[in-house]
């Protein structure tokens, strides 16, 4: 819908995109408010990152960040910066040179900062000092996957502009102690049950919680999909048009749960058999496909 | 059914820890439900909420800080019945020249230009929107006027075209695939421009009515010429139609 997020016309940016990795994308708080018109949330899917570059720069938390999928980006600064990679953890290197990964780095004019693949987890953010700016839509320079709103995916040779940076010199605030958690060997995922549990047999409940699931591999910024046992349905059919909510464990035709990250559809006619908790998508975001997954019932 | 009297029954779902799926029995009563939520909100005696968005015959409130009481008041509330006269219509010319006119006479028994006469004889509301930003799953039109979905989807429906499905009509904001039966196509209208403001023409509770044109783009004689029979508009509970 919205093009790139740099008018052909305007001055070219400092921020050169060297190697856009999988799939990488301008993420920030996304667009909430908006569900109504049938504009999905989106946003970054691991919001504690994403907000955590954001403090180690001294930014505004509106301020947007790229989010990368599992093979990290490399990017040029045509301008001296100050910046940090969060997120999945990674090999960082800055003209080659290993640098810390969760530390904001001084990044001299020409330089070249690179966010190798993952080494484990999926999503790696790497922020600037004053953000990166693209023309906003709704508020947000979020790149949306399903509605197409946001600057599009970056692709080599992409050239962006960073945002107004905060005087202070980020550098100089006091550093926070990098989080680095250690890889989980499984996804837990509380759900708590509804709106539309009665919809499918206690055997398709308990399959729900007791079922061995896999992250599937064809997951996306829309939904966490998973393989492993079906559902078993109480009825069969659509339920006329209803709200879909973030966290929303809707069950489609096959019986496999997809659960609906930032860039979920609004509306949809699928039951939805529970709901994970906000707080426990951002480990979704990061799970890798493979891993195991287990739902428990949410206090 | 139960009499004009009687309070709808008013079904409170949980979504998770801080939303709620309010379900109402009618289409009509989920959208007056919608605009007493959404006059709460203005008045500011709705509880703060990330979003409410109306669906076919339900409500969603997502973003509530405490779920619990809302949903022990709302069963409770008086939710006075829809107001069809606020506000203008938003106005939609259109050239009834869809790839499914055709198919779509043949399902209501009349001729194609009939198709349009029909179709341009009712007044509309967004009852929700989805599937694109943008995208008014329009109603009005009744028993007698259902169209099932394309057995196939095309691959790629033209932006401005005029779809119907099930009970409903919608406008593709943006050309993509799409699955409706395509009577039309919506003359000088951009549905979704996220430059304007507001972004959408049409949001849940706005009132429509589409105005034939010819291939010029001139107006097609009167839309509400008595000849034309009159879309079986369903009868609404408790006298709420408001007079003309």
Same mark, same amino acid.
């Given at each position: ?266 509306t949809g006619g699928y039951p939805v058999i529970g709901v994970v908790p906000e707080e426990a998508l951002p480990a979704a975001a990061q799970a890798v496909p493979g891993t195991p997954v287990r739902f428990v019932p949410a206090d | 059914m139960t009499g004009p009297s009687a ?47 109306? !669906?076919?015959? $339900? #409500? +969603?409130?997502? @973003?509530?800080?405490? %779920? &619990? /009481? ?65 995208? !008014?799953?329009? $109603? #009005? +039109?009744?028993? @007698?006027?259902?169209? %099932? &979905? /394309? ?64 291939s010029a783009g001139t107006p097609i004689g009167d839309s509400a010429d008595p000849d034309i029979p009159d879309p079986d508009i369903p009868d609404t509970p408790s006298g709420s139609r408001e007079p003309r």
């Amino acid at each position: 819908m919205t093009p790139a997020g740099v008018p052909a016309d305007a001055p070219v940016g400092a921020l050169e995109v060297v190697r856009a990795g999988a799939l990488s994308t301008v993420q920030d708080l996304g667009r909430p408010g908006h569900a109504h018109l049938g504009v999905p949330r989106s946003g970054a899917l691991d919001q504690p990152a994403h907000g955590l570059a954001n403090r180690l720069l001294g930014n505004p938390e509106g301020a947007a960040t790229l989010e990368t999928t599992l093979t990290g980006c490399a990017v040029r600064s045509h301008l001296p910066t100050v910046a940090v990679v969060t997120g999945a953890p990674c090999p960082v290197t800055l003209d080659g040179r290993p640098a810390p990964w969760g530390e904001p780095l001084r990044l001299p004019a020409g330089s070249v900062l690179e966010a190798g693949a993952a080494t484990y987890g999926l999503r790696t953010y790497v922020g600037f000092a004053g953000g990166v700016d693209t023309a906003p839509v709704l508020g947000s320079r979020a790149t949306d996957l399903l509605s197409g709103l946001g600057p599009a995916p970056l692709r080599d040779g992409d050239r962006l502009s960073f945002g107004t940076r905060r005087r202070r010199d980020p550098l100089a605030t006091s550093p926070i102690p990098s989080p680095c958690p250690a890889p989980p060997r499984e996804l837990v995922l509380p759900v708590v049950p509804g709106p539309r549990a009665d919809w499918f047999t206690p055997a398709g409940w308990r399959t729900l919680r007791t079922g061995d699931y896999r992250v599937s591999p064809a997951g996306n910024r829309v939904g966490l999909r998973l393989e492993g046992p079906t559902l078993e349905r109480a009825y069969d059919g659509e339920l006329p048009s209803e709200g879909m909510a973030l966290g929303a464990v809707q069950v489609p035709p096959a019986g496999l749960p997809v659960v609906f990250l930032a860039d979920h559809p609004v509306t949809g006619g699928y039951p939805v058999i529970g709901v994970v908790p906000e707080e426990a998508l951002p480990a979704a975001a990061q799970a890798v496909p493979g891993t195991p997954v287990r739902f428990v019932p949410a206090d | 059914m139960t009499g004009p009297s009687a309070v709808p029954p008013v079904t409170v779902l949980p979504v998770g820890g801080h939303g709620l799926l309010v379900e109402l029995p009618t289409a009509e009563a989920a959208e007056a439900l919608h605009a007493e939520l959404l006059r709460r909100r203005r008045t500011g005696t709705l509880p703060p909420v990330r979003e409410i968005v109306p !669906g076919a015959r $339900t #409500v +969603l409130l997502e @973003g509530l800080a405490e %779920p &619990r /009481r809302l949903a022990e008041e709302l069963p409770h509330w008086r939710v006075p019945p829809l107001s069809r006269t606020g506000g203008t219509a938003v106005r939609i010319p259109v050239r009834y020249d869809g790839p499914d006119l055709a198919e779509v006479a043949a399902l209501w028994g009349l001729s194609e230009q009939e198709v349009g006469a029909v179709h341009a004889s009712a007044e509309y509301r967004v009852a929700f929107c989805g599937f694109a930003p943008g995208f !008014g799953y329009l $109603t #009005v +039109l009744g028993a @007698g006027y259902e169209v %099932p &979905r /394309r057995a196939s989807p095309r691959t790629r429906v033209p932006a401005g075209a005029v779809g119907l499905a099930g009970a409903y009509t919608g406008i593709y904001p943006r050309s993509s695939p799409g699955g409706w039966q395509l009577i039309g196509t919506a003359v000088d209208t951009v549905l979704w421009d996220p430059e304007r403001t507001p972004a959408a023409l049409l949001e849940p509770g706005t009132r429509v009515r589409f105005e034939p044109v010819d291939s010029a783009g001139t107006p097609i004689g009167d839309s509400a010429d008595p000849d034309i029979p009159d879309p079986d508009i369903p009868d609404t509970p408790s006298g709420s139609r408001e007079p003309r």
